[in-house]
């Protein structure tokens, strides 16, 4: 590559594709002109010009950063593999000691390997001012110095539990972050150890292992009392991946939950401690896999895990199955039932465990949120008759046909039928996965709708896929997440009852929409509201973000406000649909849910703002922020009484 750019050359268009425009943007290649990148140059130094070096160099070295502190770090180079032009970028911030900042690395990998460009800077849990200087997207929190106090004997006397340090430590650095950053959080909870002092005698809620288990709890209480704080459960993590070859609490002591294969990394002058006298390191290498980065890509996958929920990177809105082979075993035209088990027979945790385990798998994913539809080559009607379970069957763990949104139970192609119901859910491609059985209807489907990810290949590992695959979850589950399955079913009826009538006017009517609009006071719950700003695109007047924090500072300023408004019809309750910010006599954002555009809501909520903010201000403005999605929003203003004032500004006086 050096011999390449030896010679100054015009790269033309291929500077938009391959690894160029990676290299670019790292400042490696420049697209400037000799001139133009001195004049660049000359003007970010000048900033500088007259400060004390020192400290301009420490700056100049926090934004540059990336990565962890150099003599933690365990990485390779980037190479031309690494540079994926169009990868979507994320920036994270790691705080903590060596067990996050050795990770660094591994994360960037980690997240490549799924299509996710990752910048990691790294420091230690008392620099929180790196939240206010360096661009970030969320920050991930490691295992904090105060764990070593949680095994002290003399907190055993005292009224307050042996983890109580670390709690407080955990309370501080979140609200110190608070106060430069509205991101989302993830805070790691602490490994439970693998050894104890007093083996088998160490009894009792304030036992060693306990110790660290009440910690975890502790933690998890905190962490609700933050919005968008998660914590990383670091100890299911370990364990499942095998914490003895994981956790160093077998070699080294008791608190410091590292890695056994950390000692295979250390540098040779260390040895100094020991006279130079140390044991052959084969037998722990062995006892590690071979592997000394182990715990590194295991905590890798789960923090790129946890990032992608929190971040709402690749979400899933709706699982479409197959239903012979997957929901029951065989053809159910030719069983005539969708299992014969009976407690005679087996208990339920035995081969029919299997299917019993996919349902309620996908009942959890229902609750989470996400539509659940079929696609099967079937006869309808035979499926509706022959779908049915006996008294004695754990009803609570299966599925019913009243469970799906909709359904394509034919002989259609399923590429067909699965496109039918992406039309009819108004939800794009990617945001579907298929599960089928049939190797030919998986690639029929990978072919001819390649932005469907599409799962069925075995059924052994498909349960724990649907319930930890990051894409299929969320932060949090809202009353209006747990409800959307009859949310849509409700819309889909009100779709087939607008196709059906001739006259709009005289369908809007029939709905019997009533709206609630409030202006929220401090103390509201925001989960959703802050939902809805994430996800709504397209009746979403500038596209503004808003965390939950962000919502709660504005709440209790007395020059901004949001508000809210709830929708029902005859066909069910909509729930909350739409929110609006008001920040200094400015509507900021404005949001509204698809599935209510064209009963006159938006035009009903507008109005009702207007008329709360009357008494305050004597005129608003408000933004048009166009993008590719918010056609629907763009006139919203002009036909409400706002006037065109300004480049994407309208205005509106509110004197009577």
């Known amino acids: 590559m050096i011999e390449f750019f030896r010679t100054p050359r015009d790269l033309g268009e291929n500077a938009e594709v391959g690894s160029f425009s990676m290299l670019i943007e790292r400042q490696i290649l420049t697209d400037k002109s000799p001139e133009e990148e001195l004049a660049e140059l000359s003007a970010e130094l000048g900033a500088y010009y007259g400060?004390?070096?020192?400290?301009?160099?420490?700056?100049?070295?926090?934004?540059?950063?990336?990565?962890?502190?150099?003599?933690?770090?365990?990485?390779?180079?980037?190479?031309?593999?690494?540079?994926?032009?169009?990868?979507?970028?994320?920036?994270?911030?790691?705080?903590?000691?060596?067990?996050?900042?050795?990770?660094?690395?591994?994360?960037?990998?980690?997240?490549?390997?799924?299509?996710?460009?990752?910048?990691?800077?790294?420091?230690?849990?008392?620099?929180?001012?790196?939240?206010?200087?360096?661009?970030?997207?969320?920050?991930?929190?490691?295992?904090?110095?105060?764990?070593?106090?949680?095994?002290?004997?003399?907190?055993?006397?005292?009224?307050?539990?042996?983890?109580?340090?670390?709690?407080?430590?955990?309370?501080?650095?979140?609200?110190?972050?608070?106060?430069?950053?509205?991101?989302?959080?993830?805070?790691?909870?602490?490994?439970?150890p693998t050894v104890q002092p007093l083996g088998m005698a160490d009894r009792g809620g304030y036992g060693h292992r306990n110790r660290f288990r009440l910690a975890n709890v502790l933690l998890s209480d905190l962490a609700e009392t933050y919005p968008d704080?998660?914590?990383?459960?670091?100890?299911?993590?370990?364990?499942?991946?095998?914490?003895?070859?994981?956790?160093?609490?077998?070699?080294?002591?008791?608190?410091?939950?590292?890695?056994?294969?950390?000692?295979?990394?250390?540098p040779a002058d260390e040895k100094s401690a020991v006279h130079d006298i140390f044991p052959d390191t084969a037998p722990l290498a062995q006892a590690v896999g071979g592997d000394a980065y182990g715990r590194e890509a295991v905590m890798a996958k789960a923090h790129v895990n946890a990032l992608l929920t929190v971040t709402g990177q690749d979400r899933k809105k709706c699982v479409i199955v197959d239903l012979d082979g997957v929901l029951w075993p065989g053809v159910l035209a030719e069983t005539g039932t969708p299992f014969a088990w009976s407690p005679e027979v087996s208990g339920p945790f035995s081969y029919v465990g299997l299917f019993f385990g996919l349902h309620e798998a996908l009942l959890s994913l229902k609750r989470r949120g996400i539509l659940l539809a079929c696609v099967s080559k079937n006869d309808e009607a035979t499926v509706r008759e022959l779908w049915k379970y006996e008294n004695h069957y754990p009803r609570e763990r299966l599925l019913t046909p009243d469970d799906f949104v909709t359904w394509r139970v034919n002989w259609t192609n399923k590429a067909d039928n699965i496109a039918s119901i992406a039309e009819e859910l108004g939800f794009a491609l990617e945001t579907f996965l298929f599960i089928d059985d049939n190797p030919v209807e998986r690639e029929n489907v990978r072919q001819r709708l390649p932005e469907v990810e599409v799962w069925g290949e075995e059924l052994f590992s498909l349960r724990r896929r649907l319930l930890s695959d990051p894409r299929l979850q969320a932060p949090r589950v809202t009353e209006e997440s747990a409800q959307r399955t009859a949310l849509t079913q409700a819309q889909l009826s009100r779709q087939r009852t607008r196709a059906d009538s001739a006259d709009e006017q005289a369908f809007v009517a029939s709905l019997n929409v009533q709206t609630s609009i409030v202006r929220l006071e401090p103390g509201a719950r925001l989960d959703r509201v802050e939902e809805l700003f994430?996800?709504?695109?397209?009746?979403?007047?500038?596209?503004?973000?808003?965390?939950?924090?962000?919502?709660?500072?504005?709440?209790?300023?007395?020059?901004?406000?949001?508000?809210?408004v709830q929708v029902a019809d005859r066909f069910g309750d909509h729930g909350l649909v739409g929110a609006a910010v008001i920040d200094a006599g400015e509507i900021t954002a404005l949001a509204l849910s698809c599935r209510v555009l064209g009963l006159g809501v938006e035009h009903r909520f507008l109005q009702a703002i207007l008329k709360a903010l009357s008494a305050d201000h004597a005129q608003l403005t408000a933004r048009i922020i166009e993008t590719s999605r918010n056609t629907p929003v763009r006139n919203l203003y002009r036909d409400n009484g706002f006037e065109l004032v300004g480049d994407n500004l309208w205005r509106r006086s509110l004197e009577s």
């Open 534 to 564: 994430q996800r709504t695109t397209q009746f979403n007047a500038t596209g503004a973000k808003f965390s939950a924090l962000d919502l709660a500072h504005l709440i209790l300023r007395d020059d901004a406000s949001v508000f809210t």
């Open 51 to 192: 400060r004390d070096p020192v400290e301009a160099l420490d700056r100049l070295r926090r934004e540059a950063k990336e990565g962890g502190e150099a003599y933690w770090s365990t990485g390779a180079a980037l190479s031309a593999a690494d540079l994926q032009p169009g990868a979507r970028r994320l920036d994270v911030l790691l705080f903590g000691d060596c067990d996050i900042q050795m990770e660094a690395d591994f994360l960037r990998r980690e997240a490549a390997a799924r299509g996710v460009d990752l910048r990691v800077a790294a420091t230690f849990p008392d620099d929180l001012r790196l939240a206010a200087e360096r661009q970030h997207d969320a920050i991930i929190i490691g295992a904090l110095s105060a764990r070593h106090a949680i095994t002290d004997p003399l907190a055993a006397d005292s009224q307050a539990p042996p983890c109580a340090p670390y709690i407080a430590q955990a309370r501080g650095i979140i609200e110190g972050l608070r106060e430069h950053t509205a991101a989302p959080i993830l805070i790691d909870n602490l490994p439970e």
């Open 229 to 266: 704080v998660h914590v990383i459960d670091v100890a299911a993590t370990l364990a499942a991946a095998g914490a003895e070859r994981l956790l160093d609490d077998g070699q080294v002591g008791y608190t410091h939950f590292g890695s056994p294969g950390w000692m295979l990394q250390r």
